[in-house]
């Protein structure tokens, strides 16, 4: 628990700070800030942090990156996690390109739930925002789905004068595979030219939209894993839409449940929050797992009420250095 009474027990890990494509939310165009090979955590030390958390009553763990598929050694660190007492669930985010090939085995490893961001189902603007190719994210998600994961959701970052025409072809999209669809605020994480009044599309802005389409029913009963969205069901296709609004839903952090754990070893108590705590030097000094709880401890103490993204917040790295 943390200092205003918030349970805690999410631990976000980037194993990675590495991506096979350039999201602009996520990775500023010429971004040349990579960690080193050797100031990752290692496997080891991965596993050694999730052994330490669940000693401080950490049950649920989502592997993120950059991209975590372009880690060689994701299947070993997903066995390992799984083999841990404790461990109650371990989740993926990915981009899922590089999932098709992998997904049965990922299951097998012990891998039990995947968010996918896909930002548009048409190619050409999915390249625009991406780099990427749409029809292997399309071909993961299919994989994902064989592969009989526990829950798969999916992911579209909000952009005003980018994605908005993308919204409802992902919806039916979504609703066809029966697959939750979580519509998510841009937050100022990367650059002013993208975070900005012109490229901002807030959740209010995607529900009016969506509304022409079909009705919004609220679900205030939903919970589709351990996030902050609030459901809507749409009764024309069955779908199931989830809003994050970041930016401007009142009292966004007062459930908050969640740390992050960055590829380069660092504990960040909160994603709009510059603060950091070092925990590779401890792994690398210490070899002590309550060395390594006093460092989540403290991260658990200093973690704020609330994010400073609405106050001038500037990033002191990207969404890829800091782990997704």
């Known amino acids: 628990m943390d200092t205003h009474g918030r349970i805690v027990d999410y631990l976000r890990i980037s194993v990675t700070d ?134 798969i959701k999916l992911n579209c970052v909000l952009m005003r004068g980018v994605n908005e025409t993308s919204l409802w072809p992902l919806v039916q999209y979504a609703a066809e595979r029966d697959l939750p669809l979580r519509l998510i605020e841009l937050m100022p994480l990367t650059k002013a030219d993208v975070f900005g009044s012109a490229t901002f599309l807030s959740v209010e802005d995607a529900m009016r939209s969506l509304g022409e389409y079909d009705e919004l029913i609220p679900q205030p009963d939903a919970r589709i894993g351990w996030g902050p969205a609030k459901y809507y069901r749409m009764p024309k296709t069955g779908a199931l839409v989830g809003f994050i609004g970041a930016m401007t839903t009142e009292h966004f952090c007062e459930t908050c449940n969640k740390m992050r754990l960055t590829a380069d070893g660092k504990v960040r108590p909160c994603l709009g929050d510059g603060h950091e705590l070092d925990l590779r030097e401890t792994l690398r000094l210490n070899q002590s797992d309550e060395a390594v709880r006093e460092v989540l401890r403290e991260a658990l103490r200093i973690k704020p009420l609330e994010h400073q993204f609405r106050t001038n917040y500037a990033p002191c790295r990207p969404m890829t250095a800091i782990g997704g």
């Open 18 to 151: 590495r991506c096979n494509e350039r999201c602009t939310y996520c990775m500023p165009e010429g971004y040349k800030g990579w960690e080193q090979k050797a100031d990752h955590l290692t496997a080891d030390e991965i596993i050694r942090v999730v052994r330490a958390a669940t000693g401080l009553g950490f049950r649920k763990f989502r592997l993120t990156g950059g991209e975590p598929l372009v880690r060689r050694d994701l299947l070993e660190i997903v066995h390992a996690i799984h083999a841990l007492p404790g461990v109650d669930v371990i989740g993926l985010s990915t981009n899922a390109t590089r999932l098709a090939p992998l997904a049965a085995s990922l299951k097998s490893a012990g891998l039990r739930t995947v968010n996918v961001s896909i930002d548009s189902l048409d190619a050409a603007l999915y390249r625009r925002i991406t780099g990427g190719d749409v029809a292997t994210v399309l071909a993961g998600i299919e994989a994902a789905l064989a592969a009989g994961f526990e829950r």
